[in-house]
């Protein structure tokens, strides 16, 4: 059994434990805290960016569907764009070509 004194320094040693332990743990609450702030800011920072983005967007002209256009009109760019890449393709390989090999 211990004596009153050996009572009241077991509770100032309980007392100051647990106070030292709820600073720790309030100190590291508050840590994380300002870092979840501060990236909650950055958060809502890029949440306008994209809000203004979406605002343009929404004003935007949607671009016509392959559906609705003329399928002539539509056939004839495909082909002018195949001529176009297939002569991009040809001058690439001639420029390739020894200065020899050209037929110009």
């Known amino acids: 059994m211990l004596p009153w004194w050996g009572w009241v ?6 007392v100051v434990a647990s106070a030292l332990w709820l600073f720790v743990l309030g100190r ?8 979840l702030t501060r990236e909650l800011s950055r958060a ?4 306008a960016e ?8 929404r004003e935007a002209e949607p671009a016509p569907t392959a559906v609705t256009q003329d399928p002539a009109r539509l056939r004839e760019e495909y082909r002018a764009q195949r001529a176009e890449q297939a002569a991009a393709r040809r001058s690439r390989r001639a420029a ?9």
């Not at 508050?30 to 870092?35: E, K, L, T, Y």
């Not at 809502?44 to 949440?47: A, E, H, M, N, V």
């Not at 390739?96 to 110009?104: E, F, I, K, L, T």
């Open 96 to 104: 390739r070509m020894p200065r020899w090999a050209r037929v110009d």
């Open 9 to 14: 320094l077991l509770w100032v040693v309980l």
């Open 28 to 35: 590291r609450v508050w840590g994380r805290a300002r870092v």
């Open 50 to 57: 994209l809000e203004a983005r979406v605002d343009e967007l």
């Open 44 to 47: 809502s920072g890029l949440l």
